[in-house]
């Protein structure tokens, strides 16, 4: 996990290390002192395009790997449950969250070996490093992203290429957004079957009894905790999610 968590961090500071790394660059701060002896401080633009990167984190975090795809899964099975609050959004976003660090993790490993290690040992530069970085992201993505997204980005993007590792990182995101809000949803719609025909077969007998002032969500909330538990629902569904990623 401490890998994992530098990985993230770390990525995002090679443009501030680039400027201590390489002699020619200018200092992060600059210190002018006034014919007064007063001083003034001035950040240079690496610093400003430092900060800038780091509100991209949790953009970065969410849209370019499963997270998408798990927190929304999660939703939807708690709305099949019936519960309202439980798990809470914060249990929710944080089984996603170490869930995503889980399946990312080859993924992440490759980056650290390939682009993040050479870099910090000054074997290449930042621009190399970048470049090198990302491969491992967009051949995630690409195994991800259906044919059909990608070309209607494609088409919107007025790009053309040969193979579809050539597509740009600009337009691979968005389709691969798009391909796992479809997938995401896909898997919910089979989770929630079994509960929706629970709350049928409720709903009717109650009907059926006259007990038509009762809520059906009531009674058959206890019936859908207990199916789910008996079929040990929480290890097929994390199962089901690792899984549907190619592990």
């Known amino acids: 996990m401490n890998k994992l968590l530098l990985l993230l961090c770390t990525g995002l500071f090679l443009f501030a290390s680039n400027a201590i790394a390489e002699p020619s660059a200018l200092s992060a701060v600059t210190v002018t002192t006034n014919a007064s002896g007063d001083q003034e401080y001035s950040v240079t ?16 975090l969410i849209l370019m790997t499963s997270f998408t795809r798990i927190v929304i899964v999660m939703s939807i099975l708690r709305q099949a ?52 970085g990302k491969k491992p992201m967009m051949k995630f993505m690409l195994s991800q992203t259906r044919l059909k997204d990608l070309e ?20 691979l995101i968005p389709a691969f957004v798009t391909s796992e809000l479809k997938t995401a949803f896909q898997i919910g719609f089979m989770l929630f079957i079994p509960f929706l025909i629970i709350d049928l077969v409720v709903a009717s007998i109650l009907m059926a009894m ?17 199916l789910f538990v008996l079929v040990d629902g929480w290890n097929l569904v994390m199962g089901s999610l690792a899984n549907s990623f190619g592990l």
């Not at 400003?48 to 949790?58: D, E, K, Q, V």
């Not at 006259?210 to 207990?226: A, H, R």
């Open 152 to 171: 209607t980005f494609m088409e919107i993007a007025d790009i053309q290429v040969d193979t579809p590792e050539e597509v740009p990182i600009t337009v």
């Open 45 to 60: 633009l690496q610093v400003l395009a430092f900060m800038t990167a780091l509100s991209f984190l949790p953009a970065m």
């Open 81 to 132: 449950l019936g519960l309202q609050s439980s798990p809470s959004n914060q249990v929710i976003n944080g089984i996603a969250l170490f869930l995503t660090f889980f399946i990312m993790a080859p993924v992440f490993d490759r980056v650290n070996e390939t682009a993040l290690q050479p870099y910090l040992n000054e074997e290449m530069t930042i621009v190399q490093a970048l470049e090198q």
């Open 210 to 226: 006259g007990m038509m002032m009762l809520s059906p969500m009531i009674i058959s909330l206890p019936f859908k905790l207990m």
